[in-house]
């Protein structure tokens, strides 16, 4: 059993968990991921780690509800244990050795994003941040992300916190003055880093998104989470999450990250009504 | 001397009816009552030089555990096969025994061979109902440690062996149940998860300590198990649970699921449970692309699932390589066949989801290095299937955790562990076995070589100082 140290809502349906998992926490780096699951009965969820505590022996999680699953998770509160977590899982996002990267994080992958920033101020790379969200009550960890970054920028859909716009816009000026990072990490919606790659393929930068597809054992055995980078197949879990942008077919991830859509909406209907306010 | 019943035929296992069973998850064979037992069992010619037992790859005594079977002595029977067999329940169930022990049977010269595995499946349900489950002890911590990396047949017959001997073991699994592909894999109307949760609690009761949730090769590695975790020697028995694709245009459209997925949301997670939150891909015509166990396990959980489904294998049906009662099951319950036949693209609709699996004809032609004949492309025979899913039962090749993180062991370019009959690998204190030295194969050649191993584990750690 694996105990919830301390939750924390970060937004109505963004909330933020550390849970004691001694062996996950030994090694877990900036960009793996763990699997949970909420109670007996309950589907594995792949969450990537916020945040580690090597002395506690605890994983910080940071998630959305978007379905069946995570509403159970939400239902558990600080002091109860949920019966599962593994990891960590995946490869570690690739920090050593760069000097000027933009970290560019969207929506709840901000809560991914960060730990990746954090890990480079503390490399001493000069980290330009930037955020996106859709609205001025959505945007989570600002203060985080500006104690770890050289530029901060934000942006929202409808403008009401930063900029206008999405989180190309102030990368996009960026690039256009004659920036160059070596390299630019992408986090967030699939759109999002479908864009991301588009502008900065044009500027020829480097960029490494973090996939999130479906998936179920997170050690490469169901095969759910294939991705075609350059042509070839790809399991996120083992290969990824953090793929060349510029070789990753956004679309076709796009299409399968729709393919339980209907259950998922089936599930959010009978659970209740705080999807309706939300997020996405 | 023993007289023996000339019947020519094997008694027949009572079965579901393929109407009724098509739509539902309980086992299929029902197993014989004890006097069809001892009626078959009274069938061995009890031949001197016991040719099944040959057929055996554990070496079970076959024809002592059948002769106390006639006579009424099952608990008797049971502890024979115990001696040999880890998993007595689980391999009367999937060991493919018309290839085995069966296949030499002395009465299967001339007529029906001795029904084996029925008897073996017979002896071990009888002592699960009468014997009482054992209770777990706490773990042993005294005395040398070994780890066990995987749950399946090989770490569990590795686990046992190890026990019994007096060490303490420690499995770790990363799945969130112990069993492996006996609890992912396997499905229930074949192999009732309660039957593999009462070996574990039996492995338990021996003091065997299991750890799920735990994936070796990230959350640690081989080397730290000794060096950190202060075990004596690690036995890897990790399986082969990297699924194959084609590599064909169109593999990556919605609805195109690799069997051990798909087994995997049915089995694992229950999605055939009415209240279960996994979701499931519903489809009305399922293709399943391969001919073994898995494909005809996957082929019937999708046809209990509602659809229609449909066997797409390369070579005849001659070759398939399921075993027989699994391909007769499927075919029973409904599932059709296209032999011959190789898929060489998934065509998707508008949207992305599968609509229709372009095939061609095969021919078959010259013998390859299996000694199967080679099934060769007929020109011009492109023809579509239609469908709304396809999986891909292809079989599987070893997960690259643990052999990409573990420094100086030798792997064959496929990712298989090198170990010798003894499970022994290229490092000093660590064994293998099972898939991850062999390959997809089987659960007794898994448990086999879990037994080997263990015995190997016992030598290097009495050598030890």
């Known amino acids: ?280 | 001397m023993m007289r023996y019943d000339p019947d020519p035929k094997m008694n027949p296992m009572p079965v579901q009816d393929p109407a009724v069973r098509s739509r539902n998850f309980s086992e299929v064979a029902l197993g014989y009552d004890e006097a069809t037992a001892v009626k078959e069992a009274g069938r061995c010619l009890h031949c001197k030089n016991r040719p099944c037992v040959e057929g055996c790859p554990v070496g079970v005594a076959i024809p002592e555990f059948i002769a106390l079977v006639a006579e009424g002595k099952f608990e008797e029977a049971y502890a024979v096969i115990r001696e040999t067999s880890s998993l007595p329940a689980v391999c009367g169930r999937v060991c493919p025994q018309e290839r085995q022990c069966e296949s030499k049977c002395t009465r299967g010269i001339k007529h029906e061979p001795v029904g084996i595995g029925r008897l073996e499946r017979f002896v071990a349900d009888y002592h699960m109902a009468h014997a009482p489950v054992p209770a777990p002890v706490p773990p042993r911590t005294e005395g040398k440690r070994v780890a066990v990396v995987g749950s399946g047949p090989a770490g569990l017959a590795c686990a046992g062996d190890l026990a019994k001997l007096g060490y303490a073991v420690t499995v770790f699994e990363a799945l969130h149940v112990a069993g492996g592909v006996l609890v992912y894999g396997i499905p229930e109307f074949r192999l009732p998860k309660a039957i593999v949760r009462r070996e574990v609690e039996g492995l338990r009761a021996l003091g065997v300590e299991f750890v799920t949730d735990a994936v070796a090769g990230r959350a640690f590695t081989v080397g730290e198990l000794k060096t950190e975790f202060g075990f004596d020697a690690v036995f890897l028995g990790t399986g082969a649970g990297l699924p194959k694709f084609m590599n064909i245009p169109g593999e990556n459209a919605k609805g195109v699921f690799s069997a051990n997925e798909y087994l995997t949301r049915v089995n694992l997670m229950g999605a055939y449970e009415e209240d279960c939150e996994t979701p499931l891909y519903r489809a009305a015509r399922v293709a399943v692309v391969g001919g073994g166990n898995v494909a005809m396990d996957a082929a019937r959980c999708a046809r209990r699932m509602g659809a229609e489904v449909t066997v797409v294998y390369r070579r005849s049906e001659a070759e398939l390589p399921a075993r027989r009662e699994e391909a007769e099951h499927a075919k029973e319950e409904g599932v059709s066949f296209l032999f011959l036949t190789n898929p060489v693209e998934v065509l998707a609709d508008e949207s992305g989801k599968v609509r229709a699996l372009k095939c061609v004809e095969m021919a078959l032609g010259e013998p390859d290095a299996s000694g199967r004949r080679r099934p060769v492309e007929v020109k011009g025979s492109e023809r579509e299937i239609e469908a709304d899913c396809v999986i891909m039962a292809l079989g599987t090749s070893p997960n690259p955790l643990v052999t990409r993180t573990t420094e100086g062991l030798a792997a064959k370019p496929r990712g298989e562990i090198v170990a010798d009959d003894g499970g022994r690998t290229s490092l000093d204190g660590v064994f293998a076995g099972g898939d991850a030295v062999t390959g997809s194969a089987t659960v007794i050649l898994a448990m086999g070589a879990g037994k080997a191993a263990a015995k190997s584990i016992d030598e290097y750690l009495r050598s030890e100082k």
């Open chain 1, 1 to 280: 059993m694996f105990r919830i140290l301390a939750k924390e809502k970060l937004n109505p349906t963004v909330t933020r968990m550390e849970i004691e998992a001694p062996l996950a926490a030994r090694k877990a780096q900036a960009g793996q991921f763990v699997i949970l699951r909420a109670d007996e009965r309950g589907e594995r969820i792949p969450l990537t780690i916020a945040g580690t505590d090597r002395e506690r022996g605890s994983v910080t999680v940071i998630y959305q509800i978007v379905g069946g699953a995570t509403m159970a998770l939400e239902r558990r509160e600080a002091g109860e244990c949920i019966p599962d977590l593994v990891g960590p899982l995946g490869t570690p996002t690739e920090v050593e050795g760069l000097h000027n990267v933009a970290v560019v994080g969207g929506g709840v992958g901000c809560a991914i994003a960060l730990p990746v920033a954090r890990r480079l101020h503390e490399l001493g790379a000069r980290v330009t941040s930037v955020v996106g969200f859709r609205s001025r009550e959505l945007v989570i960890l600002e203060e985080e992300f500006r104690s770890y970054s050289d530029r901060f920028f934000m942006a929202t859909d409808d403008g009401s916190c930063g900029e206008r716009g999405n989180v190309c816009g102030p990368l996009g000026r960026l690039l256009a003055a004659g920036e160059r990072f070596d390299r630019v990490i992408a986090i967030g919606p699939l759109v999002m880093m479908k864009f991301v790659a588009e502008l900065t393929k044009k500027y020829g930068v480097p960029t490494v998104a973090s996939m999130n597809p479906i998936m179920i054992d997170g050690t490469g055995m169901c095969g759910c989470c294939r991705v075609s980078v350059g042509g070839e197949m790809k399991f996120a879990c083992v290969d990824g999450p953090d793929f060349d942008a510029h070789r990753i077919d956004f679309d076709e991830a796009i299409s399968r990250a729709k393919l339980y859509a209907d259950f998922e909406a089936r599930a959010r209907e009978k659970g209740c009504n705080l999807m309706k306010k939300g997020v996405q």
